[in-house]
């Protein structure tokens, strides 16, 4: 598979701030990445130095197996075959519909970019607002004449900026599905940032998921959820919760939960432990289940999601079908699907 982005030990530097450390990752032809972490982890100063706004301090940046960036090199965002969608999808507003997906395609004659537009509108089933401006168009159309903008150059990336951020949770889930297909027919690809996890599960091939300016961890959205490689990336992925608790040596957990497999405790002797207990590893089950106590129950439509104490106070959840009808205060018997919980040593005696 032939690399379209890669990026070899980048470090980027704002005065005396250190925004980003050593980060290396690569894209093949097609795939779709994410940027993902919290607010300050230097998602967007990656963004932006692929982009061509900001100088590196260390390490390259390729497109195409061609370096743009290097500490002593930058090609000009305007000779870089990028294309952006920002945040607030930044149209122009004096701009048709048409003439805003045309406004790049400087090279073009008048016929190719009339055929380009054709093209682009088709992709984003908006023919008939065509002749719109952009205060006419809801959110999700306008995203849509974003991203046709960004793609009718027909660039080698494209750079999604928190493409979603600013429409609602119905709509978002339901455009993420739509331009990852449009993206996945067309092989474009594509780079988004975002600190919302459920956008880069819903886009990504590949999260490379950052904290503090370094990578925490480079994989699939099913890698990263079901084996984080870290506390933060444990606790930073889905709802799970890490709980406390003691193995004995044979890998028993202390409180009678059961025991791990030898792959997920190797220790010679017990010790403390924290286990990523996920909401659907949690199982009702009347006859053998652990007694805990509800303490909050939340109806999402198919499934509860129940919030269950622990003896020692701590509390993890349980996503149960709703017909699994308990009220808080009650005991709720569960059981674990333990093979499956990440296992992260705090202390080994
Ligand atoms: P994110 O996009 O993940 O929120 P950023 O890349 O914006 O993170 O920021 C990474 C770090 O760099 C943060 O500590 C931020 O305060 C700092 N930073 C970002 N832009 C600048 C700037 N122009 N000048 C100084 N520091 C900056």
New binding site residues.
């Given amino acids: 598979m032939s690399e379209q982005l890669s990026l070899n030990r980048v470090s980027?530097k704002?005065?005396n701030?250190?925004?980003?450390t050593n980060v290396s990752f690569a894209l093949p032809k097609g795939e779709i990445g994410c940027?993902l972490?919290?607010?300050?982890?230097?998602?967007?100063?990656?963004?932006?130095a692929i982009a061509g706004f900001e100088p590196i301090l260390d390490g390259e940046i390729k497109l195409k197996g061609n370096i743009i960036s290097t500490p002593s090199f930058r090609q000009p965002p305007e000779q870089r075959s990028v294309g952006m969608v920002f945040q607030d999808f930044a149209l122009f507003p004096h701009l048709t519909v048409q003439q805003n997906i045309g406004f790049g395609l400087t090279q073009a004659t008048k016929e190719q970019t009339a055929i380009r537009i054709t093209e682009m509108l088709d992709l984003i089933s908006l023919q008939s607002l065509a002749q719109r401006y952009p205060h006419e168009l809801s959110g999700g159309q306008q995203q849509r004449v974003a991203l046709a903008r960004a793609l009718a150059p027909d660039p080698e990336i494209l750079l999604l900026d928190e493409p979603f951020s600013n429409l609602d949770s119905v709509r978002r889930s339901k455009l993420a599905a739509e331009v990852r297909s449009l993206l996945k027919r067309r092989r474009i690809t594509a780079l988004m940032?975002t600190?919302d996890q459920d956008e880069a599960f819903a886009m990504s091939d590949q999260i490379v998921l950052?904290d503090q300016?370094s990578v925490a961890q480079i994989g699939s959205p099913r890698d990263l959820y079901h084996y984080p490689v870290s506390i933060f990336a444990a606790d930073f992925i889905g709802a799970g919760k890490l709980i406390n608790l003691e193995v004995d040596a044979a890998g028993n957990l202390l409180n009678g939960w059961g025991k791990l497999s030898s792959k997920q405790w190797s220790g010679k002797n017990g010790g403390r432990i924290k286990l990523l207990i996920r909401p659907d590893l949690v199982i009702f089950d009347k006859k053998k289940g652990h007694p805990l106590f509800i303490v909050e129950k939340l109806f999402q439509g198919a499934n509860y999601l129940y919030h269950l104490a622990m003896a020692d106070g701590q509390i993890l959840s349980c996503l149960a079908p709703n017909e699994i009808d308990h009220a808080i205060g009650d005991e709720l018997p569960v059981r674990f699907k333990l093979d499956q919980a990440a296992v992260f040593k705090t202390e080994s005696t």
């Fill in positions: 980027i704002y005065s701030t250190a925004a980003v940027l972490g919290p607010s300050g982890c230097g998602k967007t100063s990656l963004l932006r940032v600190h950052l300016g």
